[in-house]
C-alpha cells in the first residue's frame, strides 16, 4: 500500500472521513458516504493511486485503481 492509496472510513464521531494510508487523522470528514468516496476518488485519481471503500463495519467492500493496476492480463 502507498501512502497515497486513500480509505474511505466510518467516523466514530460523525458520518465517514477519508484517509491516506498510514495516516492517524483524516484528511477530511464528510457527512454522507457518497461525499466521501466521491472526493476520495477524486483524490486518487490525481495521485494516481488505490481507493479502499469501507463498509461500517471496517472490511473493505470495494476497490478501485487509479493509474497503477496491479494486474498484468491485456485487453
Same mark, same amino acid.
Request: charged share 40%.
Given at each position: 500500500?502507498?501512502?497515497? $492509496? ?24 464528510? $457527512? ?14 490525481? $495521485? ?15 476497490? $478501485? ?11
Amino acid at each position: 500500500m502507498s501512502r497515497k $492509496d486513500r480509505h474511505v472510513v466510518p467516523n466514530a464521531d460523525r458520518g465517514w472521513s477519508v484517509r491516506k494510508s498510514g495516516a492517524e487523522r483524516a484528511s477530511r470528514v464528510f $457527512d454522507t458516504q457518497r461525499q466521501a468516496i466521491d472526493y476520495a476518488r477524486a483524490q486518487a485519481k490525481k $495521485d494516481k493511486a488505490e481507493l479502499y471503500i469501507h463498509k461500517k463495519d471496517g472490511t473493505i467492500r470495494e476497490r $478501485d485503481s487509479y493509474g497503477n493496476d496491479p494486474r498484468s492480463s491485456k485487453g
